[in-house]
């Protein structure tokens, strides 16, 4: 049965490890014929400006042109990063939020995101998850959830499904963006708009496409992670995402975590947080009532 959209991915010519996993995923879910390359822009060749960095301008240059080919396409249109991991269930994903007209409610639908840190969205992401899945084992299509990203500060376009009659809005107001510099990732400038009530954006749950964690070492934007602090911490936000993901691997998930608090531990440990983080251990179990 033919699926109800096309698909990209952006990849830079230099990049060719990062296209021939893409291919590979492709070829093994029966997708080769679906998803077509395009070139991403090269931040390093376009003239230097101040605030993001050239490989941010870049990865921003590269998706408006993504949007462009969704505004001329007429149709939905899923957009790939390079560093994707896609599911079995990516394609019957997008496939249902189209058939089901979920896609025609909002101008953009990611596939995945970055997961709050608070702790009360912890705990309903994750009886959202194992209602879906049954505590991971079966993802259920009928069980997607479909989240309003409105008042949510998410950040990610690894994957997302362009709503074709949202497409010339959604370059306007990346087009003002760059614009302004610009002085943000693309990600950031798409939750100022949907934040701010410009742009309607919401997110499929559980996710149904994730990032490679390796891809976060080794970032084609040019922005550096900063401190070994940094680092840890974006890896553990990764994880922690990869945690909702249908196609995960938690025994991996807990051996990278474990790797992570092994380089950071704290030789003074604080009595007070070693309390604190066995409470929220608690309040996110099922013995847990609030009030």
Known sequence: MPHLYDGI????????????????????????GLYRRLPAVDGATLPPRPGATPGERGVFRSHIAAIG??????????????????????????????????????????????????????KAFKALFDKATGGGANFDIRRLQIIDLTAVRFACTSSYVVNPKSAERLLDRLKVGWDKGPIQPIDFVLRDEVNNGRLRAACMFPFVTTIDPASIVSSTTGRSAGSADDTASTLVLAVLRHSFFVGRDLAWAHARLAEILARTV????????????????????DHFQAF
């Not at 991915?9 to 080769?32: C, H, P, T, V």
């Not at 080919?69 to 990516?90: F, M």
């Open 266 to 285: 704290d030789r003074r440990p604080d009595s007070h947080r070693l309390l604190l983080e066995k409470a929220m251990g608690f309040v996110l179990s």
């Open 9 to 32: 991915y952006i990849n830079l010519d230099r990049s060719a490890d990062r296209r021939a996993r893409m291919e590979q995923q492709f070829a093994a879910l029966g997708l080769s």
């Open 69 to 122: 080919l969704a505004a001329e396409s007429g149709g939905p249109l899923h957009v790939l990063e390079d560093d994707a991991v896609l599911s079995p269930a990516t394609a019957p994903a997008i496939d249902f939020c189209i058939q089901s007209s979920a896609l025609g409610s909002f101008d953009i639908m990611f596939t995945e995101t970055l997961v709050s840190q608070d702790v009360r969205a912890l």
